[in-house]
């Protein structure tokens, strides 16, 4: 039993040292970059893509000179869809790797099992996901879009295009209930109703008596802030049923995932979104970055909103060292919080110093041949809804993340 | 009621004090933490399935309770040390509820497996549907999907300001893991773990010697709840925060699964079980050639086919072949017994 | 009154669901006694051959109704040859061993298919009842489980495999001696209960966003009915699969679709209270 121990624990040493050849052949690099994401298990399909886009990112600042002459390393951990072991690779990150920068995190539960263990050891953060918002802390940075940035565009175009009488079906946990909130608030101040309100736990894969309670509330607009795979189903039981052609839908949600490519183009065409990204966005910028994507990967079609949120992030961080000249926290925040602007394959993104989330172009698309074309464009589009609640210029040593009082 | 012989109890705290001691140089105290953590969760249910005989699917419940009732009540209380009873005596009352429902119910088998299963399905659909500004317990938000952060962590006793983390809180872990195995030892040896062993073996026969098994059982069942509810109060205090997933059909899945690798109806094996495991899966988080979760499936099938006892018992088996020449017949039964409380 | 009718369909619609994702389930615990947890992967993997079947240009309803049957009962044939057939008579060990290969399937499908593979759509439109619109697909599924119950029911009772499948289950001994050879009869009848998964899948895919992580959805859901429904294949699929797309149904529509889940759980607890061994032990005994 003993050397049954002692055999186990050499193969698994032996192991740990074989997983961490890939990560530390760049020995003479300095500067380390820290990424934890979901590339396995039920949350993957966010994850890989995001993975893929920041490595791609930091393999650009390399081959570029690195940064301030130094070249990037990088320590990433596959969390396998489990939060316990975002904190186990937090720390790991913090404290055996003490890497520079983090970025990483996909739902709202992974990023607050790490964000204090940035803050504590002093490890600047990005989280570089569409999010709830609310989130007030100096040690973060955050690059996706808020629900106030989408649904403030999104609403009056799509009643613009229906009628004034909506129902919403959101996903039940805190992105889908502030969510909903501001679509009611939206609703009302362009002058619309909200007839229905349905929330569904993310494992809710039925909708056929939805459908059915939504065609007796007769609304114009169905907006739909589902989340996930199960939740794809209302799509398709929507189209099964018929309802496609007589009720239009919107959402603040669907397409993140590439779910626009999952559904057939019969099921999808027609649905209204608003994103900071579009595959289909007719820019130099969205130009160069799929030829860069379809060189690394070989395949320019296998990413989606967040994905590049995370190339964003890693490029919003890179631009704030080159102009501190150096990686060294405080000074990178000073930097960041000068208002930094970078142009992102989704268009010009600017820091809020104020909370530390982006400004940034919101696009109004339709998806049209499980793609999403882009209808209108929103410049710059500030953080509305966290500025609401967050100001770090006047209370720099805030640690919360408010729930947004509409 | 038997108590531990001394000779035992000594030899088990010197074995643990060289391990601690000993552990830290080759993981970091934080991943040892978790890994004790899951330990004491594994040997929660290797304590009411390898021994009492209740094939639980549902161990994830209690451990989320106690991981829930411990972040509800350092909310409101704001101070770790009722909490931390309160995450022990909520998962046992809950246990001892569902027990008396299930084991008055001559409910057995398989069909017991589902009622559990099914009541932590039904924790889960409800925990992650509370994501609505409705569902306060005191002044802690449930927050559904997205659990509950922020709550006080362990601190001494009487000083909330003086947390226990880092390094001492590996300690807190690893003592609280001696203290419950010991429990357990000395429990197993009483009469009461003996009298636990024979319903597992044949309920019938206990029964018609006069020992009221339905009660026993109950007893049983919520001891190894309370445990777990002592690992969750201790993962909410590793984690920082508390998610649904904790309730979740694949936590279930996980401890029966540590349950089975370490070998059942020992104690170190389930505890073995899950530490091995648990650090197995955060090796493979390093590595990103090969999809992890194909990697662990193939792992669990050639487990089951090629050493389905589990490990403690096949080393064990091993090491009875290599010290005595010849070893007494095994009886072909596969069935999983322990006749011996000694893993 | 067309919201009735509509409710009612839906209620119908929630029974013949239930009826078919639990089917293959329920044939291989019900004669065999293992507990497939890989279940749920089975119906995504006849997703993904359906999904496969109809991009090379299969006709759609070949594609679910032949193909992805068989491409699943040949995948559960190599598993049974390869794992199962090893832990005949082990509940937990082939447990442990069918949760592992779950894992191992939805890692292979996730390296094959990648997360985002286009689905299929209906192939049969939605119509009208008075003022609502219907899944018309609904029917389809509903035709697909009654015609299941009734194929099942034929060859348990009217076929010669039947009636040794059904020996061979009670008592396997007796069958050897009389000159049937278990292996094979446990052989064919994995086969059968894999193809049903896969059938299942593959007939569900049309209305489901089908990720490689899609089967854990099924699996509890199916694992609770079966075992509610007791020792007779069919009787007991059909009561409490009847029972709980009742229950489901009624407070999905009065409350909302979670309430709908937790009511059948809450049912199914309560049923094995009173029904520790399944409807079918204590009703209609002695049925298939």
């Known amino acids: 039993m003993t050397s049954n121990r002692r055999s186990f624990l050499a193969s698994s040493a032996a192991m740990a040292a074989f997983a961490a050849l890939p990560t530390s052949t760049l020995a003479a690099s300095k500067i380390k970059l820290g990424s934890v994401l979901d590339t396995s298990g039920i949350f993957d399909a966010y994850g890989k893509p995001m993975d893929m886009a920041m490595r791609l990112a930091v393999s650009e600042i390399n081959a570029n000179g690195g940064l301030n002459g130094q070249m990037i390393d990088i320590s990433a951990y596959d969390t396998q869809s489990d939060m316990a072991l975002y904190s186990q690779y937090g720390q790991k990150l913090v404290r055996q790797d003490k890497v520079d920068v983090v970025h990483g995190g996909i739902l709202s539960a992974s990023r607050e099992a790490i964000r204090q263990t940035m803050r504590k050891s002093k490890t600047l953060y990005f989280y570089n996901v569409l999010y709830e918002g609310g989130v007030c802390d100096r040690n973060i940075f955050i690059n996706g879009v808020t629900p106030a940035q989408q649904v403030e565009a999104l609403v009056p175009h799509a009643m613009g295009r229906s009628g004034k009488k909506v129902y919403i079906l959101a996903a039940d946990y805190n992105y889908g209930q502030i969510t909903a909130n501001w679509i009611r608030k939206y609703v009302a101040d362009n002058g619309g109703e909200t007839v229905g309100l349905d929330f569904f736990p993310l494992d809710v894969a039925d909708f056929g008596s939805t459908i059915a309670k939504i065609q007796k509330a007769a609304p114009d607009l169905v907006v739909a802030p589902l989340v996930g795979g199960a939740h794809l189903s209302f799509f398709r039981q929507w189209a099964a049923a018929g309802m496609k052609d007589k009720i239009p839908l919107a959402s603040t949600t669907l397409g993140v995932g590439n779910e626009h490519k999952v559904l057939t183009a019969e099921e999808g065409n027609g649905i209204m979104v608003a994103y900071n990204y579009s595959q289909e966005l007719d820019t130099p910028a969205n130009a160069a970055f799929k030829k860069k994507w379809a060189d690394a990967y070989g395949d320019d079609t296998n990413f989606h909103e967040i994905a590049v949120s995370n190339y964003q992030g890693v490029m919003m961080w890179a631009e704030a060292a080159r102009q501190a000249g150096s990686v060294n926290r405080d000074e990178v925040i000073a930097a960041l919080e000068t208002g930094l602007s970078i142009e992102g394959p989704g268009g010009k993104i600017t820091v809020d110093p104020k909370t530390h989330h982006a400004t940034m172009d919101v696009h109004i698309m339709e998806f049209e041949n499980q793609g999403m074309k882009v209808l209108e464009t929103l410049p710059q589009r500030p953080p509305i809804d966290t500025q609401a609640v967050c100001d770090l210029q006047a209370n720099p040593d805030d640690n919360t993340q408010y729930e947004i009082q509409i | 009621m038997v ?224 445990i777990a509810g002592l690992a969750g109060a201790l993962f909410a205090n590793w984690a920082e925060i508390v998610t649904p997933g904790l309730y979740s059909l694949g936590q279930s899945a996980e401890i029966i699964i540590w349950c089975i690798v370490g070998g059942l109806g020992t104690r170190v094996g389930p505890m073995l079980g899950a530490a091995g495991l648990a650090y197995l899966k955060f090796l493979l988080g390093q590595q990103s050639m090969i999809d992890n979760t194909l990697i662990t499936g193939l792992i669990l099938v050639l487990f089951v086919l090629f050493l389905p006892k589990g490990v403690v018992p096949a080393v064990a088996d091993l090491w009875k072949l290599s010290v005595r020449r010849r070893p007494r017949r095994k009886r072909p039964n596969r069935r999983i017994r322990a006749e011996r409380v000694d893993g | 009154m067309d919201y009735v009718a509509v409710i009612s369909v839906e209620v119908v619609y929630a029974v013949a669901s239930l009826v078919l994702i639990s089917a293959g389930l329920a044939i291989v615990f019900g004669m065999m006694k293992v507990i497939n947890l890989a279940h749920g992967e089975f119906m995504m993997m006849g997703g993904y051959a359906t999904i496969t079947a109809v991009n090379y240009g299969v006709n759609i309803f070949v594609a679910m109704l032949i193909v992805a049957p068989l491409v699943v009962g040949l995948i559960g044939l190599v598993v049974e040859r390869l794992v199962i057939r090893h832990l005949y008579g082990r509940l937990v060990d082939t447990m442990l061993a069918t949760w592992g290969l779950s894992l191992l399937f939805i890692g292979l499908a996730t ?178």
């Open chain 2, 3 to 226: 108590i531990l012989p001394l000779k035992e109890a000594v030899t088990t705290v010197l074995v643990a004090a060289v391990l601690i001691y000993t552990l830290p140089m080759m993981i970091s105290t934080y991943t040892l933490s978790i890994l004790l953590i899951y330990a004491m969760l594994g040997l929660s249910l290797g304590l009411i399935w390898g021994f009492g005989g209740i094939l639980c699917f549902g161990q994830a419940a209690f451990f989320g309770l106690g991981a829930y009732s411990y972040a509800i009540a350092a909310i409101n209380i704001g101070e770790s040390t009722l909490p931390m009873v309160i995450a022990m005596l909520v998962p046992a009352l809950f246990a001892a509820v569902l027990g008396v429902f299930m084991f008055y119910g001559r409910l057995a088998d398989v069909y017991l497996g589902v009622i559990t299963l099914v009541v932590t399905l039904i924790l889960f659909k409800f925990i992650n549907s509370t994501a609505g500004p409705s569902y306060v317990i005191g002044k802690a938000r449930l927050g559904g999907y997205n659990g509950i952060p922020g709550f006080q962590t362990l601190n001494v006793p009487g000083q909330p300001d003086n947390y226990i983390w880092g390094d001492p809180f590996y300690y807190v872990c690893a003592v609280a893991l001696v203290i419950v195995f010991l429990f357990v030892t000395a429990l197993l040896r009483s009469s009461f773990g003996r009298i636990a062993v024979g319903i597992r073996e044949n309920e019938q026969r206990m029964s018609l010697m006069g020992y009221d098994v339905r009660a026993r059982k109950t007893v049983l069942f919520a001891i190894g709840a309370g």
């Open chain 3, 111 to 288: 390296m094959i298919f990648g997360n985002t593979t286009t689905g299929i759509s209906t192939p049969i439109p939605g119509f009208t009842v008075g003022g609502y619109q219907i899944n018309g697909y609904n029917f389809f599924i509903i035709l697909v489980s009654i015609v299941l119950l009734v194929a099942m029911y034929a060859v348990l009772k009217g076929t010669r495999f039947g009636l040794v499948a059904r020996g061979a289950m009670q008592n396997p001994e007796m069958a050897a001696a009389l000159g049937y050879s278990p292996d094979k009869i446990y052989m064919a009848t994995f086969f059968a209960g894999s193809a049903l998964s896969g059938l299942a899948g593959a007939v569900l895919a049309p209305l489901v966003g089908l990720v490689p992580t899609s089967g854990g959805a099924y699996i509890a859901k199916a694992f609770i009915t079966v075992i509610a429904g007791g020792p007779s294949l069919i009787a007991g699929l059909m009561s409490s699969a009847g029972l709980f797309g009742l229950v489901n149904q009624i407070f999905t529509f009065a409350v909302s679709p979670v309430m709908g889940e937790v009511a059948l759980l809450i049912a199914a607890v309560i049923l094995l209270r009173l029904l520790p061994q399944g409807v079918t032990a204590r009703f209609l005994k002695g049925k298939m």
